[in-house]
């Protein structure tokens, strides 16, 4: 049985930090790109960073660049999203994907394009 589980969301103050982790399970995780998208109440979900473990790319949405950062641990099939210097604009559900066999350049793939979903972690920012 394939599963993503995302763990490691919580509230924290504005200027805080989290890390994210999404642990993976019942596929060949190598052969995979991995992303994480959030979706915030009343908005469109978005991708926010990818990371792919075929041509070793990553890519991270603007907002976010130099505050985020993706990392993996392929021993432990799992992937981390490191957020640093949170906003109140990063509030929202953080879910993590997978697509088989995709680069992470220009963006990665479409949302619709990915294979497999987490159940989402939620992240609160307060001021």
Known sequence: EVQLVESGGGLVQ????LRLSCA????????????????????ERE????????????????SVLGRFTISSDNAKKTVFLQMNSLTVEDT?????????????LLGGPEDDEYDYWGQGTQVTVFL
């Open 14 to 17: 504005a200027g805080g930090s």
């Open 92 to 104: 929202a559900v953080y879910y993590c994907a997978a697509v088989h066999d995709t680069s992470c």
């Open 47 to 62: 991708a926010v960073s990818c990371i792919s473990f075929d041509d070793a790319s990553t890519y991270y949405e603007d």
């Open 24 to 43: 993976a399970s019942g596929f060949t995780f190598d052969d995979y790109a991995i992303g994480w998208f959030r979706q915030a109440p009343g908005k």
